[in-house]
């Protein structure tokens, strides 16, 4: 499903965030990236779709080479990757449905707020509906993003990534802004998508409770390098 080779991220300000990365990820999986705060996860989630450049190395998804497509392939590759982050990136201002939507105009990421429709086709709210329901908050469709809670939040921004059909789903700390019970829930919206409707989830975590709970891979990253690949059961040390 997604193979990252080598991979190296070097910020314009010099920082090396991400040191020659090299890992696989199996179709189906549930992988956990876990390390400390400054350890290059969101870095490498960020290059994976391309929100960031990476400075070499390569990244194949579905087989194909992905670090150096053109912007009309990329776009493409986008749609089947959807992206959740720790502080849910909604719109506040519109309401549920229309935050859900905005899914639908292509990948979703800090750079992007999208043109509005007045009108969407009718099958998109349907989809938008459908995706709701999935995520059990179909009945806070018309309700301003800002009237919810961080977990009902986040579900909204799930629900935006399900209508695009995606195929991987990267999620940057997707709980780490709410409280244990919320974080729960979360987390089981996640593993079912990743079980029932077998898309791959690579997810930024933590918490190693959430880890060894949730995740069929796990890989830790140090200071941008690569220091632990295996199964949960097998982490043993804290990073
Ligand atoms: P994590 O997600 O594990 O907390 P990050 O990927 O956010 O780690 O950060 C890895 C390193 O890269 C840190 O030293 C961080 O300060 C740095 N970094 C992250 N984003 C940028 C950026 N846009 N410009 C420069 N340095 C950055
Ligand atoms: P998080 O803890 O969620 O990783 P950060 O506070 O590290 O968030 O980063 C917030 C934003 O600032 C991100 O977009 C990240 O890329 C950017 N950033 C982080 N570190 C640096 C840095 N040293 N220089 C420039 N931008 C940075």
């Known amino acids: 499903m997604l193979q990252v080779n080598n991979l190296v991220k070097t ?3 010099g920082t090396k965030a991400l040191k020659g990365i090299s890992f696989n990820v199996p179709k189906g999986a549930f992988l956990s990236v876990i390390g400390l705060s400054g350890s290059g996860k969101s870095t490498l989630l960020r290059c ?3 929100i960031h450049e990476p400075t070499s190395g390569s990244i194949s998804f579905e087989g ?3 670090t150096h497509v053109n912007e009309h392939k ?3 590759v986008r749609t089947k990757i959807g992206m959740v982050f720790q502080h849910f990136n909604l719109i506040n201002r519109r309401n549920v449905i229309n935050n859900v939507l905005m899914g639908r105009l292509g990948q979703f990421n800090d750079h992007f707020l999208g043109g509005i429709f007045k009108k969407w086709p009718q099958e998109w709210i349907d989809d938008a509906y459908d995706a709701l329901k999935i995520v059990g908050i179909s ?9 919810l809670s961080g977990g009902q939040k986040q579900r909204v921004a799930i629900a935006r990534t399900l209508v695009q059909n995606p195929h991987l789903l990267l999620a940057d700390e997707p709980v780490a802004s709410l409280d244990p019970t919320t974080s729960y829930s979360v987390m089981n919206y996640l593993k079912d998508l990743n079980q029932k409707r077998n898309i791959t989830v690579v ?10 709970d949730y995740s069929t891979h796990v890989i830790a990253l140090k200071n941008g390098e690569l220091v632990f690949e295996g199964k949960p059961t097998d982490i043993t040390e804290k990073w």
């Not at 009945?139 to 009237?147: E, N």
């Open 11 to 13: 910020y314009p300000n």
């Open 203 to 212: 997810c930024n975590l933590h918490f190693l409770s959430l880890v060894r």
């Open 139 to 147: 009945d806070k469709a018309l309700v301003r993003a800002d009237g």
């Open 74 to 76: 990329l776009r493409e």
């Open 64 to 66: 194909q080479e992905i």
């Open 48 to 50: 994976i779709n391309r």
